[in-house]
Each structure stands twice: as structure tokens, then as C-alpha cells.
């Protein structure tokens, strides 16, 4: 008798799942809180992860006539950066798995007048994207919602050109006992007001589980290394409680 293979299980916050029904649960997550993403968003950084964005581009290196993947790219914050930066002569695409989150960032990029970013719903672990096609791929506050982590960091090595950058902004830890415990204690209020705005705390008890189970700075750098990755660093941000990781593929 054919001897059926062992179920792997994964983190889902502080929940164990079997690891094929992870992405139907984040789905579920960001499908849900899709249209106040954004408020939510300016509320539980105080506004400070436009700040954040905006050293990702500055970080990147990206200059005018580049191809950049912004995965897991939601609501379109960083596409709408990047776009002007690319120009007309570049190219900017938008990923992300949930279809809910992509159409309001297609609204809201069209309400800037950026109709040069394209659409594509992938899973990061599956990118439909021929070998080295972007000079540049963005992926903010979106890993530590990816099932296997590792997987969708080689597939970003895969689709990057050599001397491409990666750009990986995310939640992370703090190196102050202190501040720690302080954040912690912020953290959790977030269910209270995801609550308020959005009329469904559950979602945001998640992503702060999703916080706290996310893997260390030093932890995802060498996460980033063993991809295949190279010159790889961390920048902590309000030390450490957000971090960008940036990288480079190997020239040859």
C-alpha cells in the first residue's frame, strides 16, 4: 500500500496549518481589510511607512528605462513611486496574489494618472516572468505573509538580471529591551482598531502574530545568502522594528 507523504505544517501567526492552506488564509486576511489597508496602514506606523517607501526607491538605485517587479505590491505604494522614476522608457509591474488588494491599487494609480504600471496576479513562490527580466524587484512588508519564504527568495533571484537589486522592506526586530516592550504594548491595540475601522479585529490580530513570528534581521539576511543573493545588508528603522534588506544578484 502506497504510503501517503507526511503533511507539512507551517506558521499562520501562532497557528500551525497545513502548508496548502496558508495562502487561502492570507487571501482571506487581506481580501477582507483590501479597501481600509491603507488607513490601517498610516495608523499603526503613524503614517512613517510612506518615509520607509521612500528610501526603498532611494536605496534601489533605480534609474530611468529600468524594469522593476514590485511584489506583493497591494495597494500600489511602492509602483507609485518607482513609476516616475522608471519613466517612459522603463517599466514598472505590479504583483500580488489577492485580487482584492490589486484592484484598489489599479483605482488608485489610475487616480494618479499612473497608467504605465502593469498587472500581474502571481504567487511569489511561482513568478510567471522569464529569467533575469528586472533590474530591480521591491517587496514591502508582504515576505513574512509568504508561505515558503525561501522559495520566493530564489524565484526573485531567478527573474533578476545579474547586478539586479533586491529590495525587501518588512517588519523586524527591535534590538532595545526596551522599545520591544513598548511596541509590544502598541501592537496590541491594533485589533482594537482594525475593529473600529474596518469592523473585523481578527485580520489584525493575525498580522501582529505575523510581526512576532517573522524571522530576525540576521536570520532573513542570511535567508537572503542562501537564495543566492550577494553584498546582502540590513538597514534597521527605529531600531529595528522595520528593517530593508537589500541585495544583489551575482554579475555572472
Same mark, same amino acid.
Given at each position: 500500500?502506497?504510503?501517503?507523504?507526511? %503533511?507539512?505544517?507551517?506558521?499562520?501567526?501562532?497557528?500551525?496549518?497545513?502548508?496548502?492552506?496558508?495562502?487561502?488564509?492570507?487571501?482571506?486576511?487581506?481580501?477582507?481589510?483590501?479597501?481600509?489597508?491603507?488607513?490601517?496602514?498610516?495608523?499603526?506606523?503613524?503614517?512613517?511607512?510612506?518615509?520607509?517607501?521612500?528610501?526603498?526607491?532611494?536605496?534601489?538605485? %533605480?534609474?530611468?528605462?529600468?524594469?522593476?517587479?514590485?511584489?506583493?505590491?497591494? %495597494?500600489?505604494?511602492?509602483?507609485?513611486?518607482?513609476?516616475?522614476?522608471?519613466?517612459? %522608457?522603463?517599466?514598472?509591474?505590479?504583483?500580488?496574489?489577492?485580487?482584492?488588494?490589486?484592484?484598489?491599487?489599479?483605482?488608485?494609480?489610475?487616480?494618479?494618472?499612473?497608467?504605465?504600471?502593469?498587472?500581474?496576479?502571481?504567487?511569489?513562490?511561482?513568478?510567471?516572468?522569464?529569467?533575469?527580466?528586472?533590474?530591480?524587484?521591491?517587496?514591502?512588508?508582504?515576505?513574512? @505573509?509568504?508561505?515558503?519564504?525561501?522559495?520566493?527568495?530564489?524565484?526573485?533571484?531567478?527573474?533578476?538580471?545579474?547586478?539586479?537589486?533586491?529590495?525587501?522592506?518588512?517588519?523586524?526586530?527591535?534590538?532595545?529591551?526596551?522599545?520591544?516592550?513598548?511596541?509590544?504594548?502598541?501592537?496590541?491595540?491594533?485589533?482594537?482598531?482594525?475593529?473600529?475601522?474596518?469592523?473585523?479585529?481578527?485580520?489584525?490580530?493575525?498580522?501582529?502574530?505575523?510581526?512576532?513570528?517573522?524571522?530576525?534581521?540576521?536570520?532573513?539576511?542570511?535567508?537572503?545568502?542562501?537564495?543566492?543573493?550577494?553584498?546582502?545588508?540590513?538597514?534597521?528603522?527605529? @531600531?529595528?522594528?522595520?528593517?530593508?534588506?537589500?541585495?544583489?544578484?551575482?554579475?555572472?
Amino acid at each position: 500500500m502506497e504510503q501517503k507523504p507526511e %503533511t507539512e505544517f507551517v506558521d499562520f501567526g501562532y497557528e500551525k496549518i497545513p502548508a496548502d492552506e496558508k495562502n487561502d488564509r492570507v487571501a482571506t486576511v487581506f481580501s477582507t481589510i483590501s479597501t481600509r489597508y491603507d488607513v490601517m496602514n498610516d495608523l499603526m506606523s503613524l503614517g512613517l511607512h510612506r518615509v520607509f517607501k521612500r528610501m526603498v526607491i532611494e536605496m534601489s538605485s %533605480t534609474r530611468a528605462g529600468d524594469r522593476v517587479l514590485d511584489l506583493a505590491g497591494g %495597494t500600489g505604494d511602492l509602483s507609485a513611486l518607482f513609476a516616475p522614476v522608471v519613466g517612459s %522608457t522603463g517599466q514598472v509591474v505590479l504583483a500580488d496574489i489577492n485580487a482584492p488588494m490589486m484592484e484598489v491599487g489599479r483605482d488608485q494609480l489610475l487616480n494618479k494618472g499612473l497608467t504605465e504600471v502593469a498587472f500581474c496576479q502571481a504567487n511569489a513562490e511561482f513568478l510567471p516572468f522569464a529569467e533575469a527580466s528586472f533590474n530591480c524587484i521591491s517587496m514591502g512588508f508582504g515576505l513574512r @505573509n509568504v508561505t515558503h519564504k525561501e522559495v520566493a527568495l530564489r524565484e526573485m533571484c531567478r527573474v533578476l538580471k545579474p547586478g539586479g537589486r533586491l529590495l525587501v522592506l518588512e517588519f523586524s526586530k527591535p534590538q532595545n529591551k526596551l522599545l520591544e516592550a513598548g511596541y509590544s504594548g502598541f501592537q496590541a491595540l491594533w485589533p482594537a482598531f482594525g475593529k473600529l475601522i474596518t469592523g473585523d479585529a481578527s485580520p489584525y490580530s493575525y498580522l501582529v502574530e505575523s510581526i512576532r513570528m517573522h524571522p530576525g534581521q540576521q536570520a532573513l539576511k542570511q535567508m537572503i545568502e542562501d537564495a543566492g543573493f550577494e553584498t546582502v545588508q540590513y538597514h534597521n528603522l527605529l @531600531n529595528g522594528i522595520v528593517s530593508i534588506h537589500r541585495a544583489t544578484k551575482a554579475q555572472n
